[in-house]
């Protein structure tokens, strides 16, 4: 092996594209970039409303074009012919509707501003009547129920969910629509010119988790099934796919276009795609027994297992794929569909009089009432969190519950609302947003409870995202709840150098994950251990968090 080669991990995320340029034979992370979406900052095509959110696929070629050449702008000259491959993850499910040559319908001119054309961003939960559809009808299929391996729940956030709904809604993007694809599918199959429906290397982990793919029943769901749920889907097998691939693989190389585009090489390899977190927990060092939480606007878990022989089934969850995360172990998913949001949520909330007062006052000038709504917004959530630290856990009589986006695990209910219980005139701001923190952590317990009620070894929680590095008050939370140790990765951008070490082995650099885990997985840079006398503290709120949910579920799916 030689040292001086270099691996490139694109992560697509909900607001930006980050680059991460990392040193194959070291692990070093040597340059990284980010580019922000263009017209999604703009607030162009989504309606959180009624939530829709749709992104363009020009967003995702720009900012990947500009985020590759600023990061190979930080290294000397020369760099570019020593990257040996590109992996790539995205945000996911995150569906597109394309046409016989596998071009995205809005990158035509008759649908270039019809979002309905566009990729639907994961978090879109337009489809919740839909996935309530394919529920149903799952369960009265006579043969098998092909959600066994979603956790025996499919979701609004999902592949066919998405698709249904557009179809139903939009005639002109049905009739011109001939398949569909996953944004980690796609990105792949444009660098290496293999966009044609029936060219494209399908993600292994899309599929299955998100589409119902299996071995068992050989790809898809039958035909017959899809009928069954809506004639609208009749015949979409045919024009989707049957085998996919583990993210170890190459999709290809660069065409000369993206090469030149890219600065890098025709011979660069570029890995079939995966969905952002499924490569982020590799960095995270996942094996057996570690569960990986990557914290963000949402939260995604993951945990794998050795194969064994029948295969035991995990209610509840977001799917169980053998090849998702590392090959040759079955990868389980779960989250939870708001975790930082909850906070960011909260964070608006208190904001209201800075935009709607303060920016209109006449006592001083418009320059200094923004400046001065600018500084407090920024200060809200970590003065807030100075506070809140401080505060016994005992201090507040609150317990609330963190559905404010629906709930992804256990069993997704996108109808679901949140619900903040037990205030009084002498609660304040810090009381809520502590209770806040500890509903998104109780959610988290919940989910690692639905793993090990069924078998799943669990003997350490690993975390990653933003929250994990910034966020003492929530992790020390985490500790306590969990009552377990929680590691903190290095790295600021671990799916970034997930996506990168998937890249060394499409390349052939190394010959298995486990050993490019070995070389390039993140370091550690902090561990919280449980307060003793909180856990205690904890264990009596999170009962009270269970009764709440379990009172209040009907009604609050109602409202």
Not at 45 to 65: A, C, I, T, V, W
Not at 141 to 158: F, R
Not at 203 to 228: I, Q, T, V, Y
Request: glycine share 8%.
């Amino acid at each position: 092996m030689q040292s001086n080669k270099y691996v490139i991990g694109l992560d697509f995320g909900t607001d930006s594209v980050r680059s991460v340029l990392v040193n194959a034979g070291s692990g070093f992370e040597e340059a990284t970039s980010v580019s922000y979406y263009k017209r999604w900052s703009q607030g162009k095509y989504s309606n959180p409303g009624k939530n829709m959110f749709r992104q363009h696929p020009l967003d995702y070629l720009e900012s990947m074009q500009e985020v590759v050449i600023n990061t190979l702008k930080l290294m000397p000259k020369g760099t570019s012919d020593n990257v040996i491959a590109i992996g790539v993850d995205t945000t996911g499910s995150t569906p597109a509707p394309i046409d016989k040559d596998g071009l995205v319908l809005s990158l035509r001119d008759e649908f270039k501003d019809n979002p309905n054309a566009m990729f639907i961003l994961w978090k879109d939960h337009s489809a919740v009547e839909e996935a309530e559809l394919i529920n149903k009808k799952a369960k009265q299929y006579p043969e098998v129920d092909y959600t066994k391996y979603e956790g025996g729940v499919y979701s609004s956030e999902w592949f066919f969910s998405k698709i249904l709904h557009i179809i139903r809604e939009d005639k002109l993007v049905r009739q011109a629509a001939y398949s569909w694809v996953e944004l980690c599918d796609w990105i792949p199959a444009v660098l290496t010119g293999n966009t044609k429906p029936q060219n494209i290397k399908r993600s292994r982990c899309a599929a299955g988790h998100k589409a119902m793919w299996h071995a068992e029943w050989n790809g898809l769901p039958p035909d017959e099934f899809f009928a069954f749920i809506d004639p609208l889907l009749k015949g979409i097998r045919s024009r989707l796919y049957e085998k996919t691939y583990t993210s170890d693989i190459s999709a290809g190389t660069l065409t000369k276009e993206w090469a030149d585009k890219l600065g890098l090489n025709e011979n660069t390899a570029v890995t079939v795609g995966a969905f952002d977190v499924h490569m982020g927990v590799v960095a995270a060092g996942i094996k057996e027994g570690v569960f990986v939480k990557v914290l963000g606007t949402s939260c995604c878990d993951i945990a794998v297992a050795p194969k064994e022989k029948k295969e035991k089934l995990i209610p509840g969850i977001c799917g169980q794929v053998d090849g998702s995360v590392i090959p040759g172990m079955i990868g389980y998913e779960a989250g939870q569909s708001s975790f930082g949001d909850v906070y960011a949520w909260f964070k608006n909330i208190l904001s209201w009089p800075l935009e709607n007062i303060l920016k209109n006052t006449t006592l001083v000038s418009k320059d200094v009432a923004t400046k001065l709504s600018s500084d407090i917004e920024d200060k809200i959530i970590k003065e807030i969190e100075d506070k809140a630290q401080k505060l016994s856990p005992l201090e507040s009589s609150l317990v609330s519950l963190d559905w404010l986006n629906g709930r992804r695990t256990p069993y997704a209910d996108q109808k679901l609302k949140g619900a903040v219980l037990g205030l009084t005139l002498g609660t304040d701001a810090v009381k809520i947003y502590k209770s806040l923190v500890e509903a998104t952590v109780f959610g988290s317990k919940k989910i690692i409870d639905a793993f090990t009620n069924e078998g799943i070894k669990i003997n350490e929680v690993v975390a990653i995202g933003g929250i994990s590095q910034k966020s003492p008050l929530v992790m020390q939370t985490l500790s306590d709840v969990l009552d377990m140790p929680v590691k903190v990765v290095s790295s600021s951008q671990a799916v970034a150098l997930g996506a990168a070490i998937f890249a060394s082995v499409a390349a052939g650099y190394y010959s298995s994950i486990q050993e490019a885990q070995s070389h390039m997985a993140s370091k550690f840079l902090k561990e919280y251990k449980p307060i003793k006398e909180n856990v205690k503290i904890y264990k009596s709120l999170y009962e009270k968090y269970n009764k709440a949910g379990s009172l209040l579920e009907d009604l609050l799916r109602s409202l």
